[in-house]
C-alpha cells in the first residue's frame, strides 16, 4: 500500500511539474536569430564584467543551450550535468565541483542573470535565461559606462543618429517602435531606420530624416522618396 501511495504521489508531482513548465514557456517571448548578434554583444559588453571567470562560463553555457540554440530562454539542467559540460579545455571536458556549481548558479540567480521557474525534479531545474536589457545590474552598468565614454560635440542636425548606436535608440523610442509606414509594432531588434530624404539625393542622418520602420517596409521603399512610397 505505501509503495502505490509513493507511487501515485511521484505521478501528481511529475503532472505538476509539467503543468507549471508549460505554463511558464507560454508566458515568456522567444527570441528571433535577428536579435542573437546584439545580445551577445550586450552580454560582453555590459554582463560579462561583472561576472567571474566562472560565472561567465556558465552565463554562456545556459545562453547557448537556450537562446542561442532556438530562441527560447527557458532552460532545464541538472547541477551533475553541469559539472562536466560547462568548461571544456583541450583536455577534453573539466569537472566543477557541486558545491561550485550550486555556488555560481546562485550567485547568478542574484545578479539577476538566471531565476529558477521550478524545483528541482529528476530532469533538473527549469530556469529563465535572461538578457542584458532585463537585468537591472547591466543597465546600472551600461549607464555609468556610458556617462563617462567622451561626448562628440556636434549640433542636433549634424548629429549622426543612423550609426551611433545610442542615437538610433532615441529615435526607437521617439516613434514608440512604431514603423512610420504600416504602424506595425517593433521591438528595439527587429526595428530599422530609414531615411526619409534618400542619402543618394543629399539626405542626411540627422534626427528630423529618420524615422523608425520595419523591415519589410524598409526593403520595398528602398531609396524612393516617401511619397512614392506611399502612393503605391
Known amino acids: ?55 561567465a562560463a556558465f552565463c554562456w553555457y545556459l545562453l547557448r543551450h537556450s537562446i542561442a540554440t532556438n530562441g527560447n530562454p ?7 550535468g553541469m559539472q562536466v559540460g560547462v ?26 542573470a538566471i531565476r529558477k ?11 529563465r535565461v535572461f538578457i542584458p536589457d532585463e537585468i537591472d545590474a547591466c543597465r546600472k552598468f551600461r549607464a555609468e559606462r556610458t556617462a563617462t565614454e567622451p561626448k562628440v560635440e556636434a549640433s542636433e542636425s549634424e548629429a549622426d543618429y543612423y550609426n551611433v548606436r545610442e542615437n538610433r535608440i532615441k529615435i526607437y523610442e521617439r516613434d514608440k517602435y512604431k514603423c512610420h509606414y504600416c504602424s506595425k509594432q517593433l521591438t528595439r531588434f527587429t526595428a530599422t531606420l530609414d531615411h526619409v530624404k534618400p542619402v543618394a539625393e543629399g539626405g542626411d542622418n540627422s534626427l528630423d530624416n529618420l524615422v523608425t520602420a520595419c523591415l519589410d517596409c524598409n526593403s520595398r521603399k528602398n531609396k524612393r522618396p516617401v511619397g512614392d512610397f506611399l502612393a503605391e
Open 74 to 80: 527557458l532552460l532545464r539542467v541538472s547541477t551533475r
Open 1 to 55: 500500500m505505501k509503495e502505490r501511495i509513493e507511487q501515485i504521489r511521484q505521478l501528481l508531482n511529475e503532472l505538476e511539474e509539467q503543468a507549471n513548465s508549460g505554463a511558464t514557456e507560454t508566458s515568456h517571448r522567444s527570441f528571433s536569430a535577428i536579435e542573437l548578434p546584439l545580445i551577445i554583444q550586450e552580454i560582453a559588453d555590459d554582463l560579462q564584467p561583472l561576472l567571474t571567470a566562472y560565472q
Open 117 to 127: 521557474e521550478s524545483e528541482p525534479s529528476r530532469d533538473g531545474t527549469l530556469y
Open 87 to 112: 568548461i571544456r579545455t583541450n583536455r577534453g571536458e573539466e569537472t566543477i565541483a557541486l558545491g561550485q556549481v550550486r555556488e555560481t548558479l546562485s550567485a547568478l540567480e542574484s545578479i539577476g
